[in-house]
């Protein structure tokens, strides 16, 4: 219990006064409520005695108002208070979280499933604010209740209320019991429910691939099936539900029936007053309250306290890319990147993916890499803004080794357009933009010029306002490449590298981007990783790359002479390029 308290203690900071008033208002609630029954005492009271008159009763009625609008305004004022505080936490240990995530790399989210952090994201935090607002609240107000209510009954007949309160615990019990059943069975449901979603987006988003393969009934067939399994995992829950409170009436009713018996004689021999019988009646269907809530609320702190600890294990994550103590800020670099005797490999127990690769990128330098698929170009270029680390003394940048440089400050230098381009949810421009949304829209027009989406973005709805994504015009796999390309180009820094970047446009255009682009890039670092001979005749140095080593570099017409890969390459798209002109 102080371990949760001590775990979501930062994110509850400067909650103290509200805290304090919350549960003052709460107390209050409470302590109108055991007012009540006082009132009605006197009521009945008054009229068993025959002592009762209008003005009296109207006085009593009155008064029974007056607090009756008295706890709704405190009640409102200790949800206001108490269950805001849970949701402040939940938005700090939410924002916390998702920083948290943002730390971690590639590396780590290549071992984890999205959909366990979406449930951390979601449920999980969840439940701890429902620990937090209506676990507190339930606490206090149960003892509270329980404490008041008992006291008064004590003072109206001690025997008595050893009797009716020998069922009660057992209330506690059958909540806590059926409580942590009907939880498990709600999760199955919510279980079904996710893979019932998962389903119908993968499908849905899957529709072309769907169609083409003519597979649309045993998709279909198969959702039944998922279907039929939620409809039956719900009626597994509905089943205990139903069972819930009728049980709880049960026991509840016992403890109602020992007081008519034993209070009701106690009338009869005249040793309870009338009113003090229903003043007690009262205090007890007060006292139910706080022994449901028992057991309701051990259930909710053991859930609240499991997400918790899911949580705080993400938290223990440390990123496993970090700045060393000792790390260097870049300020203003020339772009020369060197790889000396490097080995990488994703994992101490895969063998390397590079090996003992050896070459210099000069400053200003247009180098291409090629190679065949899965030969490690991809690899080699996230080792640069250290995606993931190469060892120590291997990858150099302006002759500083990456690993010493803070990685906020290398980052900075580096544009990379991935291979798998990803494209959010906003307009064509703020999608350019994205590496820097205080560039101006003028620079962020131009970039898309060189990279030639100029001509496609006059044929969308809104030009470059156009929404692109789920809820907009969706962009053909050129297009998005182009836009990859100007995103990576307008952040103009000292080092560009295109991953793969024109595979998908035709040679013509990828003509007119490289030229645009070299002469954008003169005097800066520019890295092309290509398969088209087109694009990389023009580099200064090609690089190719045969199962994780270096085989061979040199010039277009070097690399030629060499009748190695980089020629054969060059053969076989010369040919095929004569048969698609003979066409
Ligand atoms: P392509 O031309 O198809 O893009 P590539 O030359 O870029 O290929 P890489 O993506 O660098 O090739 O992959 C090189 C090798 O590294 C492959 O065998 C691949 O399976 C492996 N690999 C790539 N990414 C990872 C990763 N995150 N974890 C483990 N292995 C990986
Ligand atoms: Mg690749």
Redesign the pocket.
Known sequence: MLKVFKTLKPYMKGEGLVFFLGILALILVDSFQLLIPRIIKRAVDALSFGRANTSLLLKLGLFIIVITIGIVITRFIWRYFIIGISRRMEKRLRRAFYKHLQTLS??WY?KHKIGDLMALATNDLEAVRMMVGIGMVATFDAVFLMVASLAMMIIINPKLTLYVIIPLPVLSVVVGFFGKILHRRFKLVQESFATLTDRVREIVSGIRVVKSYARQDFETERFKDISKDYVHKNIRMIIIGGMFEPLIGLVVGFSFAMVLLFGGRGVILASMSMGDFVAFNSYLGLLIWPMIAVGWVINLYQRGKASLDRIVEIFEQEPDIVDTPDAIELEEIEGKIEFRNLTFR??PE?PP??QDINFTIQPGEFVGIT??????????I?LIPRL?DPPQGTVFIDDVDVRNVKLSSLRSKISITP?DTFLFSASLLENIKFGNVDIPDEKAIEAAKIAQLDKDVSDFPNGYETMIGERGVTLSGGQKQRLSIARAIVLDLPILIL??ALSAVDTETENAILEKLIDTRRGKTTII?S?RVSALQNASKVIV?DR?KLVEQGTHNELLDEKGYYFELYQMQQIQSELNSDE
């Open positions: 590639p590396g290549a994703y994992n895969l993916e590079l190679g065949r698929t899965g030969s490690g170009k991809s690899t080699l996230a993931y291979q991953d793969d990783i398969h790359l994780g």
